[in-house]
T-cell receptor, first 115, second 110 residues
């Protein structure tokens, strides 16, 4: 009865490299959300996906960032040509298909450090 | 600017004291959730409030949703060190997406 699984838990990249963050939602959940959190702050919405569809990406920078949630496999948040300002904790949450007001279940996050 | 403002930002109290955390907005939310987050972990849902004026109790925690569904409060009675953590409110706006407040960092000293 696994919850949301995110990997890796920690990721170190040099400036200019690519970062790939993975999120496996709770079994049966078809809604996935990605958030970004800086130390001592709340979570900033990035993108909301359903299987094979991006529903809302208004919180995600237009350049260098992309997200997908394929029919099979985990959701991926991809950051190309990383910069120091991308350093943060990235959290994924999932919820059941029955509605947006359903509780979100969070993973333990990926802490991205850019050298 | 934050859609949801939480106050206070930091709170350090002695074990046994009571406290209230506030979550305010000028916008109306379809529902509002409260989460608790510990260092190195993801937020864990405490409660969801949906109806204006709704009050929910979870042991020593009391949650209230404002009549106009623009604000909420979390009251903890007789705080314990185990209550230490970051408390986050999150509002569902336009049935579209969740907006999180900036959080209240609570430290309960034994």
């Amino acid at each position: 009865n696994a919850g949301v699984m995110q990997n890796p838990r920690h990721l170190v990249r040099r400036r200019g490299q690519e970062a790939r963050l993975r999120c496996s939602p709770v079994k049966g959940h078809s809604h996935v959300y990605w958030y970004r959190q800086l130390p001592e702050e709340g979570l900033k919405f990035m993108v909301y996906l359903q299987k094979e569809n991006i529903i809302d990406e208004s919180g995600m920078p237009k350049e260098r960032f992309s997200a997908e949630f394929p029919k099979e496999g985990p959701s991926i948040l991809r950051i190309q040509q990383v910069v120091r300002g991308d350093s943060a904790a990235y959290f994924c949450a999932s919820s059941p298909p029955s509605g947006l007001d359903q509780p979100q279940h969070f993973g333990d996050g990926t802490r991205l450090s850019i050298l | 600017t934050q859609l949801l403002e939480q106050s206070p930002q930091f709170l350090s109290i002695q074990e046994g004291e009571n406290l209230t955390v506030y979550c305010n907005s000028s916008s109306v939310f379809s529902s509002l959730q409260w989460y608790r987050q510990e260092p190195g972990e993801g937020p864990v849902l405490l409660v969801t409030v949906v109806t204006g004026g709704e009050v929910k109790k979870l042991k020593r925690l009391t949650f209230q949703f404002g009549d106009a569904r623009k604000d909420s409060s979390l009251h903890i009675t007789a705080a314990q060190p185990g209550d230490t953590g970051l408390y986050l409110c999150a509002g569902l706006y336009n049935f579209n997406k969740f907006y999180f407040g900036s959080g209240t960092k609570l430290n309960v000293k034994p």
